[in-house]
């Protein structure tokens, strides 16, 4: 590897056919290379014209080549000036070829064109008395933010495979997938997305870019820095600006669309789906459809019943017992055969593959209970009990405001539902449900918002008072709280049938909240501060079922059926991130909830959170005054007693002259504790680095990044150097300066 700086006339098309060494001279008063990690590789120097090195002068263009240690380096800037001897100077600074290279290698989205145009619509819709397209009853619940992951090599591929310039790449380290599209350069390409990955790049060679992951980046070197106070060519820096040890993480975003069907004046029939995985609501909308009385044993003996059979997957087929091997497997929630079912059920519930209509075939078996009894198998048998039509009994779906006079009309932040601005002061800053203020919604009458069964009238410790949970036929629980001094402001009975609008008790407080759960009473008030998708904001709910038709029931109707379909979104996930060491040692940090739309594994979210979260602060060292060689990735031990510090911190940045033009000069380094910078004078380069370091909430980040932090006096071992050299630095040992001498 030769030290000397070449000057050529080769560029990026065109082999060179003459190179010019530069003046030795030149290049130890000027000679400066600065690289930075994932960022910035480059060289700059100033020739200065001379007879003996007037042909490497005269060879200086931008774009040209210039050749350092076995790298190409593609001239930038060219400044022409003078010296103090009146000698013509070029003031020269170059960039790796391969930053040229990845900068010219671009992926460019398709541009239409009337040969090849965007295509939309081309669907066609049956007028005639076929299915009309609209959503059948039930609920369906989908993953809204599921993105198609990639390995890292497969995305390198798409600019790599092929190029012009024939560079190629090398993965160094074990990397995630993640979901990121290939647009536009390469070098954008790597310095915006090898964060999600968890990389950093460095050529490798002058056709070779290294992709690296921390570990692999990392060059041991049993090497331990004690800073004293008085170095003043050395500069700390501690930063716990950003630092946070305590955090909830909310993952896997899912949307729910519930639909019903309507009659006359927004009415709808009961649960045909199950609620979280629960067949509860379902059996019973099942057994009051028929006119069957349940008992909670009846409940249980059902869902055990579900339970053996199917597990609850209500289009299972079986194909592997006796009946499949005859022609006729069992089927559904409960394996009825097709022919057996087809004798028990009752129309218009004839699908085999819904779990509502087995569950209605199945009471319609005599003694059914004694029937589906017991941990074995059954056999239905004996005469149904009806084949006649069910008449489904429509109920009111519709939804109201509890103050009918005022309306939705205003909210401050702290009476929303969840976590806004002016809750700050309830634990977690969650709000479970609506507020509906004396000032801002009048009224004594609290009405209700929605239709259902009178099911609890109590006292709720904790501020909640006398409370009144009201259940609609899905399953669904309106409850109104903290409105009534005394159990006789409230004017319903458990057991009673309550429409929309009705008045339910009178407010004598200063505000009514309203929450809406399906999660059983008393319960859902345990999750009363947390966000975990026990709680529905009733805000939203009131103005969809509204918006939705569901209205107050209102006379001229036809008589036609229709559809309605409610939407809600929530996590599924919801994780709460705590470091207790971080918490020990800096106190208790509380962050702003995290939300990762497109993580649905428990275990990626936690990871994602431990490489994301700032629980230690960043601790960047600048030595600015080095002599001698370093290289990127370096590790060395930095131990601060006044900080009480002991952190391992990796070399990240190296700017200044080389050793063979200049043996005494000196360079700057620039350690990090998480393998990035974070310094906020004189490296303005490292700025994108710093983003990538600390990342963001958005996106999928699973790559460690960093070294923790360790308690001075515990646990510290070190190896025969480390110990030699600590004791160099105290009073027995004598001092050692930054060129390794002892004086």
């Known amino acids: 590897m030769t030290e000397f700086v070449w000057l050529t006339n080769g560029i990026s098309n065109k082999k060179a056919t003459e190179a010019r060494k530069a003046d030795w001279q030149d290049m130890h008063t000027s000679f400066k290379a600065n690289f930075q990690l994932s960022s910035a590789y480059e060289i700059s120097f100033t020739l200065t014209y001379t007879e003996q090195y007037k042909d490497a002068f005269n060879l200086v263009k931008e774009k040209r080549y210039v050749n350092y240690r076995g790298h190409d380096y593609l001239i930038q800037q060219v400044e022409a000036k003078h010296d103090e001897n009146g000698l013509a100077t070029l003031q020269v600074t170059a960039t790796h070829r391969l930053i040229d290279a990845m900068k010219d290698i671009v992926l460019y989205s398709t541009i239409p064109t009337e040969g090849n145009p965007e295509v939309s619509g081309g669907g066609s819709s049956d007028s005639g008395d076929g299915d009309s397209g609209d959503p059948q009853p039930g609920i369906v619940t989908k993953q809204t933010a599921v993105q198609q992951t990639y390995p890292l090599n497969e995305r390198l591929d798409h600019f790599f495979n092929p190029n012009e310039w024939g560079i190629t790449y090398k993965l160094h380290g074990n990397f995630p997938q993640a979901a990121v599209d290939c647009t536009g350069s390469l070098y954008e390409w790597l310095n915006s997305n090898l964060k999600l990955f968890g990389a950093y790049w460095k050529p490798d060679s002058d056709m070779v870019v290294g992709i690296y992951d921390l570990e692999s980046l990392k060059k041991p070197t049993n090497k331990v820095f004690r800073y004293l106070h008085d170095m003043s060519n050395v500069d700390i820096q501690s930063d716990a600006t950003n630092l946070i040890n305590d955090v909830w993480v909310y993952g896997g975003k899912m949307e729910k669309d519930i639909t019903s069907v309507l009659g006359p004046g927004g009415q709808t029939n009961g649960a045909t789906e199950p609620q979280n995985g629960d067949w509860t609501p379902v059996i019973q909308n099942a057994a009051s459809l028929i006119g069957e009385k349940l008992s909670d044993a009846d409940i249980a003996n059902i869902k055990n019943r579900i339970r053996i059979e199917s597990n609850g997957n209500e289009t299972i087929q079986n194909n592997w017992d006796s009946n499949a091997q005859a022609g006729h497997p069992s089927i559904g929630l409960v394996q009825f055969i097709q ?72 909210f401050l932040g702290g009476q929303l539902f969840g976590v806004n601005p002016g809750g700050e002061f309830r634990r977690n800053g969650f709000h479970d449900g609506l507020d509906f203020g004396s000032i801002d919604h009048p009224g004594n009458e609290v009405h209700a918002i929605h239709s259902g069964e009178v099911k609890t009238i109590s006292w709720g410790n904790g501020g909640i008072g006398f409370y009144v949970v009201i259940q609609d036929t899905s399953g669904l629980n309106v409850e109104y709280q903290e409105a009534f001094s005394n159990q006789s402001n409230i004017t319903v009975r458990v057991g009673q049938q309550v429409k929309t609008g009705d008045v339910i008790g009178y407010r004598t407080t200063n505000h009514l909240h309203v929450g809406i759960t399906k999660h059983n009473f008393p319960e859902a008030f345990s999750h009363a501060f947390s966000n975990d998708g026990t709680w529905i904001d009733p805000l939203n709910t009131i103005k969809t079922g509204i918006a939705n038709g569901g209205s107050a029931p209102t006379s001229g109707s036809d008589g036609e059926s229709t559809t309605s379909t409610t939407s809600e979104t929530y996590y599924s996930l919801v994780y709460h991130f705590e470091n207790q060491e971080s918490i020990d040692k800096y106190g208790r940090r509380k962050g702003a909830p995290i939300t990762v739309d497109s993580i649905y594994d428990l275990d990626a979210l936690k990871k994602y959170a431990e490489n994301t979260v700032q629980y230690n602060p960043d601790t960047t060292l600048t030595i600015s005054d080095f002599t001698g060689e370093a290289e990127l990735g370096e590790v060395i031990r930095l131990i601060v007693p006044e900080r009480n510090l002991n952190t391992d911190v990796t070399l990240v940045g190296v700017s200044g002259n080389s050793d063979y033009f200049d043996p005494n000069g000196v360079k700057e380094l620039t350690f990090n504790n998480t393998g990035l910078a974070m310094k906020d004078v004189n490296v303005a380069i490292m700025k994108d680095l710093h983003d990538i370091n600390t990342g963001t909430p958005q996106l999928n980040y699973y790559g460690a990044t960093g070294g923790r932090e360790e308690d001075h006096w515990a646990n510290i071992k070190f190896n025969d150097k480390q110990m030699d050299y600590l004791k160099s630095v105290t009073k027995a040992g004598g001092e050692i300066k930054k060129d390794g001498n002892k004086h």
């Not at 056999?379 to 009990?385: V, Y």
């Open 339 to 410: 022919s057996t079912f087809d004798y028990y059920c009752r129309p218009p519930y004839t699908d085999i593959r819904k779990g509502l209509d087995q569950l209605i075939a199945m009471m319609n078996i005599p003694n059914w209970r004694q029937q589906i009894a017991g941990s074995g198998g059954w056999s239905p048998h004996g005469a149904p009990i009806s084949k006649a039509t069910i008449t489904v009994n429509q109920v009111d779906n519709s939804w109201g405001w509890p103050f009918p006079n005022v309306g939705e009309g205003h």
